[in-house]
């Protein structure tokens, strides 16, 4: 545990709390695209193998801005996993796992992703987990997210993705490396795929009652460090002041 992320965490819950209760929805992430899709290993050998096999089976994706609600503005973009089983619904079970991306490499380029961030394609974009992870071995790893294709064209993004799923052109891999340091961002880390996300369909769900955690480590995989237990409070904060169901006008 990092005492000093609980601590920071637990001082800035309550703003969070503050915000998801003024913007009925999360603080971050307040609108999104679910899908549900199928995990398939790509690694087959040794400790990566067994760990691309334990995340097979059905998965939940949600696809989202990290500010806006509704345009497709200046943003860092999202997408959250959940490695389930059927039947998929709103609700976790023990054995689940969540991983959370968003399109920051690192903490500290934060301030800079929204200009390197492609807002108008969810395809466009490799999508980070931010801070370490603890898997199989137990060695610090970091996991990225990679789309094997762009979306089609279209209007807006909701559009040109919701397009890709009808294409059957949404494909993603799951990747983990070493990690190295919190402060080398763009060196040539030897990313190696664990897993491939396919088999994409849109998914009407309750996104309010949706709730991810990066704490959810079902299959064994586990967050570590500073920027992780920062999060512990401030999402139960936000998620306790948000709605628990969707509102039937949205």
Not at 41 to 47: F, I, K, M, S, T
Not at 73 to 91: N, S
Not at 225 to 247: C, D, E, K, M
Request: charged content about 25%; glycine content about 8%; hydrophobic content about 45%.
């Amino acid at each position: 545990m990092n005492i000093a992320g609980l601590i920071i965490g637990a001082l800035l819950a309550p703003l969070t709390g503050v915000v998801s209760w003024l913007r009925q929805s999360r603080t971050f992430h307040p609108r999104g695209i679910a899908c549900r899709a199928q995990a398939e290993a790509v690694a087959r050998d040794g400790e990566l193998g067994e760990l691309a096999r334990a995340l097979e089976g059905p998965t939940l994706v949600r696809f989202s801005s990290a500010l806006w609600k509704k345009g497709d503005r200046i943003d860092v973009l999202g997408c959250a996993l959940r490695f389930a089983r059927e039947p998929l619904g709103a609700e976790a079970d023990a054995g689940d796992q969540d991983l959370l991306f968003a399109t920051i490499r690192r903490p500290w380029t934060m301030a800079f992703s929204p200009f390197t961030t492609d807002v108008g394609d969810f395809l466009a974009n490799h999508y980070y987990a931010v801070s370490p992870f603890r898997a199989g071995d137990g060695a610090r790893v970091e996991w990225r997210l990679s789309p094997e294709r762009p979306s089609p064209a279209g209007a807006t993004r909701a559009e040109r993705f919701e397009a890709a799923v009808a294409a059957s052109g949404v494909s993603l891999l799951l990747e983990r490396a070493p990690y190295r340091s919190a402060f080398r961002a763009f060196d040539e880390t030897p990313f190696r795929p664990l897993v491939r996300l396919h088999r994409f369909e849109l998914f009407d769900i309750d996104q309010e009652a949706l709730r991810f955690s990066p704490f959810r480590a079902g299959r064994g995989i586990v967050p570590v460090g500073f920027v992780h237990w920062l999060r512990s409070a401030t999402y139960a904060a936000s998620q306790r002041a948000r709605p628990t169901r969707a509102r039937r006008s949205e």
